[in-house]
C-alpha cells in the first residue's frame, strides 16, 4: 500500500534583532534649501552611526544611510491652476539593533525630529540562529509526516512504513500550490504613510518558523 501525506511543523523565537528604516528629508520650494536642509540631517545621522558603533558593547551589527536624492514637482490648486515648483531632498537610513533598549531611546530621540519618518521596524534572529532553526523545525516536519503515515498504516491495519518520496513542496502529481516552506520575521509599522516613533509599536514580536514536506510511503 502507498501513503502520501503532508507532514508540518511550526516554533516561536524571541527575536534577537531589530531592523530599523528611516526615511530623512526636507521639502521647500527652493531646491538648494531642500538639499542643504536633508543634508544637514544625513549629516547628524551619519554622526549618530559613528557615535553607537563607538559603545562597547557596540548596540548595533549594521548601519547604512543611502545618498541624498532629489524631486520636483508643480501642484494644482483648487482651481486648477499650477503652483511654484516644490522641491524634495531625501535619503534613507537602516540600522540594525541587537540592544532593544538602545533601539527604544535611538526611535525616541530621532522619532522626534522634525524630516525624520521612522517607517517600521523589523524583528529578526541572527542569520546563523534562522538557518539552524530553519533545519531543526525542517527536521521536525519529516518527523511529523513519518508519525502522520504511521498512524494511517496502523489504522489500515498495514505494516511498517517505508520512505519512497520526500519533497518540501508538493508532488507535481498532486495538483496542490506550492506553499512557502518558511515563514520567518515579525514587522512593526509606523502610522499610514510612515508616521514617527510615536506611530510604532516597539514591543518585540516572536518569530515563527514553519516548514511543510510532502512524502510518500510504501507499507510492508
Known amino acids: 500500500m502507498k501513503i502520501t501525506v503532508v507532514g508540518e511543523a511550526k516554533a516561536s523565537f524571541q527575536p534577537e534583532l531589530a531592523v530599523v528604516h528611516l526615511s530623512l528629508g526636507h521639502e521647500s520650494g527652493d531646491l538648494d534649501r531642500a538639499v542643504e536642509k536633508a543634508s544637514e540631517l544625513a549629516d547628524a545621522m551619519n554622526t549618530e552611526f559613528q557615535n553607537l558603533r563607538a559603545k562597547d558593547p557596540c548596540p548595533v551589527t549594521e548601519t547604512v544611510l543611502l545618498a541624498l536624492s532629489t524631486r520636483s514637482w508643480r501642484p494644482y490648486a483648487q ?3 499650477q503652483l511654484p515648483y516644490r522641491h524634495r531632498a531625501s535619503s534613507r537610513a537602516k540600522l540594525t539593533f541587537n540592544n532593544f533598549r538602545e533601539l527604544s531611546a535611538f526611535i ?3 522619532g522626534r525630529e522634525d524630516g525624520v519618518s521612522v517607517e517600521r521596524v523589523r524583528w ?3 542569520d546563523e540562529r534562522e538557518e539552524a532553526e530553519k533545519s531543526r523545525v525542517l527536521a521536525d516536519a519529516v518527523a511529523n509526516a513519518r ?3 504511521e498512524v494511517l498504516a496502523e489504522a489500515a491495519g ?3 512504513v517505508t520512505f519512497v518520496e520526500l519533497s518540501d513542496a508538493p508532488f507535481p502529481d498532486s495538483g496542490e500550490s506550492q506553499p512557502m516552506a518558511f515563514a520567518a520575521g515579525a514587522m512593526a509599522r509606523g502610522a499610514a504613510g510612515g508616521g514617527r516613533g510615536e506611530g510604532v509599536d516597539l514591543t518585540p514580536e516572536d518569530i515563527e518558523v514553519h516548514s511543510t514536506v510532502h512524502a510518500r510511503f510504501t507499507t510492508a
Do not use: E, I
Open 79 to 81: 482651481d486648477g491652476s
Open 108 to 110: 525616541d530621540t530621532w
Open 124 to 126: 529578526k534572529l541572527t
Open 147 to 149: 508519525d502522520r503515515a
Open 158 to 160: 498495514a505494516g511498517a
